[in-house]
């Protein structure tokens, strides 16, 4: 009697783990997927005259900031990142609504692209 | 008006009572409420000791402070305890109001208030100034702040009058309140009167309720209504070398000067219930104007109210030229995405302007000039992908109205909207 509850016992929780790995494994690795993609989606690109900052998955959003329309640069950095050598960079305009930021970039890369920009929005600064 | 040393100037020796009258009368008040229960010798007891201490901190802070116009800049020191040294630099000045409030316009005297890009509040008022002393002061600010941005040829002699000015509209009252009663009144009347069919129909006691319900919505609409008018009564709106002039107010006045080229967005708003009469609103926006405030607010209005043909011609000849008309319209299964204002939906573009309308109720028509644009988005949901959609965001630095959207295009022609918005715009920056 014992013997047959404790087989029925061992069964029941690998059968329950099968079932968490049968539905973990996909949610993992859509998950996985979703990350990936969504790392994918993101991209800027310096043109001429202006910053194209793209991103998003599901909403997917293409902004347009001109270099002389940017009044400052800010570069952060959290514990995290700072861990794998990473940094943000983010674009403020004198609108409020202006939401280009560049995640993820290499320090060096996120330096030189502040320094770039700051550079550029001073040679063609535009008055309000 | 008392000179002193370096060219440094006091407010006007009235400030302090003015001022005591606004900030400590409350304070006092208050303490006599709360001596309620004593008797009338400490009342006036301690009325009598607190009254010289209240004048006593009035005439520190008004001797406290002063002002001067040197440098292309205006800077101002005040503060007793905390002494504080404004420096307001001129070339970014967006606009200056003259406001009298009505005890201040009884004594002949005015408040000055400017706005500068970036300032989050209203940067320096400076209360009070004698009528004639704060034009006077208007006058040579918006000089100088000309003259930083035009450059060292603009060194003409200071100026002594007032720019001649072209009286562009002047609003009659009877339009003012009649447009401000097919507002909020009217739908509050409507909704009382249905709640109080319903209510007749269903259980006559329950009326003493609904009674009860409604005595705070009647005070707020009312008080609502009454003040937009009393700010807006006698509106009218001049052009001059100085540029926009506003003015308007039964009881304090507001005269807002906002020199050429400030203005960065201009809506236009049609309520429902004016369609009828063919009346529009029309607000813009400055860089300065700080978010919320209503006394913010009574200033966003370029016309409260006025014909739609004249409306349309004042917002050109604000933004120098003439407008695109939004006609584009949106594809048809934008329908799917935004049922009740699809047909509504439209855009106008030509070399300076970007033009955009939507809206329910009220139809809102968003003119953005493409030198004002400070970046531009283009925004694709997962409804609108499903559907083909797309929208574009021109950003532009007013705080009140954030910029024009032309929601819901097809996305291919988003895409190219975007394309020729940021060319045009980069033109339209580069030709100033």
């Not at chain 2, 040393?5 to 302090?16: A, C, E, V």
């Not at chain 2, 009286?167 to 507002?183: E, F, H, M």
């Not at chain 2, 009740?340 to 300076?352: F, P, S, Y």
């Not at chain 2, 910029?403 to 190219?416: I, N, Q, S």
Request: aromatic share 4%.
């Amino acid at each position: 009697m014992l013997v047959v509850s404790a087989a029925a016992a061992v069964l029941g929780s690998a059968a329950g783990a099968l079932g968490v790995l049968a539905a973990g494994v996909p949610l993992l690795g859509s998950a996985l997927v979703a990350v990936e993609r969504r790392y994918r989606a993101w991209g800027y690109y310096e043109r001429e005259d202006d910053l194209l900052v793209r991103r998003g998955v599901l909403v997917r959003r293409l902004s347009v900031v001109p270099y002389g329309r940017m009044q400052y640069v800010d570069v952060v950095a959290g514990p995290l990142a700072r861990r794998y050598g990473l940094a943000t960079v983010t674009l403020h305009t004198a609108a409020a609504a202006t939401d280009a930021f560049v995640p993820g970039l290499r320090a060096d890369e996120a330096t030189r692209l502040r320094d770039r920009l700051a550079a550029l929005g001073e040679a063609r600064q535009a008055g309000l | 008006m008392t000179v002193l040393p370096g060219g440094w100037q006091r407010l006007h020796p009235l400030t302090p009572l003015l001022a005591g009258a606004r900030g400590v009368l409350p304070v006092l008040i208050g303490v006599q409420f709360a001596l309620g229960g004593q008797p009338v010798a400490v009342r006036l007891l301690v009325l009598l000791a607190t009254l010289p201490l209240a004048a006593l901190a009035a005439y520190l802070s008004w001797s406290a402070t002063r002002y001067r116009l040197a440098g292309g800049e205006l800077q101002v020191d005040s503060g007793v305890l905390t002494r504080r040294q404004r420096r307001v630099p001129l070339a970014r000045l967006q606009s200056v109001d003259v406001v009298q409030p009505f005890l201040a316009r009884l004594l002949g005297l005015a408040e000055l208030r400017l706005e500068v890009a970036g300032g989050g509040s209203t940067e320096a008022p400076l209360q009070y100034l004698t009528e004639d002393d704060a034009r006077r002061l208007r006058l040579r600010l918006l000089d100088v702040a000309a003259r930083s941005g035009a450059g060292p040829e603009a060194t003409a002699a200071p100026r002594e009058d007032e720019a001649e000015e072209l009286l562009l509209v002047a609003v009659p009252a009877a339009p003012l309140v009649w447009s401000t009663l097919l507002g909020a009144p009217l739908w509050t009347a409507a909704v009382l009167l249905l709640a109080g069919a319903v209510v007749l129909a269903v259980d006559v006691r329950a009326l003493g309720g609904l009674v009860v319900a409604a005595v705070p919505l009647v005070l707020g609409t009312v008080g609502t209504s009454a003040r937009r008018i009393a700010t807006e009564y006698g509106f009218r709106l001049a052009e001059s070398s100085d540029g926009l002039r506003i003015r308007h107010g039964l009881f304090e006045t507001r005269s807002a000067t906002v020199p050429p080229g400030r203005v960065q967005v201009v809506r236009v708003r049609e309520p429902l219930l004016w369609r009828p009469f063919g009346w529009v609103r029309v607000e813009v926006d400055v860089a300065g104007y700080a978010a919320g405030g209503d006394q913010q607010l009574s200033t966003s209005a370029l016309v409260p109210v006025a014909p739609r043909e004249l409306a349309l011609r004042l917002v050109a000849r604000v933004l120098g030229g003439a407008l695109p008309a939004p006609v584009a319209p949106v594809p048809s299964r934008a329908a799917w995405r935004a049922p009740l204002q699809a047909r509504r939906l439209r855009v106008g573009l030509d070399d300076r302007h970007l033009v955009c309308s939507s809206g329910v109720v009220t139809t809102t028509t968003d003119v953005v000039p493409l030198g004002k644009v400070q970046s531009l988005r283009w925004r694709q949901g997962p409804w609108q992908r499903r559907l083909g959609l797309a929208s574009l965001h021109a950003d532009t630095a007013g705080r009140r109205l954030p910029g024009a959207v032309a929601w819901h295009r097809d996305a291919g022609e988003a895409r190219e909207l975007l394309a020729v918005v940021s060319a045009r715009a980069r033109a339209e920056r580069t030709a100033r």
